[in-house]
């Protein structure tokens, strides 16, 4: 079973060596400028390598939508598609956004390590409480078998002649 705070401890390590990546990639006036231009060119600065995308469909592949780093990067609008009635075609763009943007939560969550049910992790609960128990009543054994042999002994030096 993996441990959860270690998993915790796992990501928060990942993203650290990546945001350390990221910041010692390239000067920071160079950022702020790859930044800039790619803010206003719409485009994603890293290029695309390692984002995260999804891609949502709709009218039958019609209309086809991109989503890249948290924004819509590419809308796609088959000729066929415009011929739609303006309400469907607008539901048909939501649902196609709402595809790509589930499409990109699955994969950015796809690495993680999952949330555990309430039911298992008060199963583990137990578990840990039922063997600390045992634990803790072995111990008790231990230290009483000890009092009593240190007793044992403290006796025959008292019994033994002098």
Do not use: W
Request: a negative charge; glycine letters at 8%; charged letters at 25%.
């Amino acid at each position: 079973m993996t441990d959860p705070s270690r998993a915790s401890q796992d990501i928060v390590n990942r993203l650290r060596e990546e945001l350390a990546r990221l910041e010692h990639a390239a000067p920071p006036d160079q950022r702020d400028a790859d930044l800039d231009a790619a803010g206003d060119a719409g485009a994603d600065p890293t290029g695309g390598a390692g984002s995260p995308t999804g891609i949502g469909e709709a009218l039958d592949g019609k209309v086809r939508i991109t989503v890249s780093a948290g924004h819509v990067s590419e809308v796609v609008l088959e000729p066929r598609a415009l011929r739609t009635p303006s309400e469907e075609l607008a539901a048909a763009i939501r649902d196609a956004t709402n595809a790509a943007i589930d499409a990109q939560n699955a994969e950015v969550t796809s690495g993680l390590p999952g949330v555990p049910s309430l039911a298992d992790l008060t199963s583990t609960l137990d578990e840990f409480s039922a063997e600390s128990l045992r634990a803790m009543a072995e111990s008790s054994r231990g230290i009483r078998d000890a009092i009593a042999t240190v007793q044992r002994i403290s006796e025959l030096h008292r019994r033994r002649p002098t």
